[in-house]
């Protein structure tokens, strides 16, 4: 974890930087999420960016598709490595649990 740390901190050095990594990890996560409860997730820009710096829209289609066993490793490996929770994962904790394949 220690060298996790050691090689986010260019990221997490600047504020502006830190926050642009935040809005990417969250708008990751909340496709990880989704494809993990059965959806085909596409993230598309919304409006040109000039407009505006937030301008990504999760284009969902719910297809019922059992994610693989690596889709959630990825969710996992993820949240591990950069220490966070998403708050949609709290919110959907039952739907996810229900979804999760159980250990190997």
């Known amino acids: 974890a220690e060298s996790a740390d050691a090689a986010l901190q260019p990221l997490l050095r600047h504020g502006l930087l830190r926050e642009r990594l935040g809005d990417v990890v969250a708008d990751a996560s909340r496709a990880q ?4 409860l059965g959806y085909r997730v596409d993230a598309i820009e919304f409006v040109d960016a000039g407009h505006t710096p937030k301008n990504v829209l999760l284009r969902c289609h719910r297809t019922g598709a059992t994610a693989p066993r690596a889709a959630w490793e990825e969710l996992d490996a993820m949240t591990g ?3 966070v929770r998403p708050a949609l994962a709290d919110k959907l904790e039952s739907e996810l ?3 999760r394949p159980p250990p190997l």
Do not use: S
């Open 33 to 36: 999420i989704l494809r993990l």
């Open 81 to 83: 490595l950069l220490g």
């Open 97 to 99: 649990a229900a979804a």
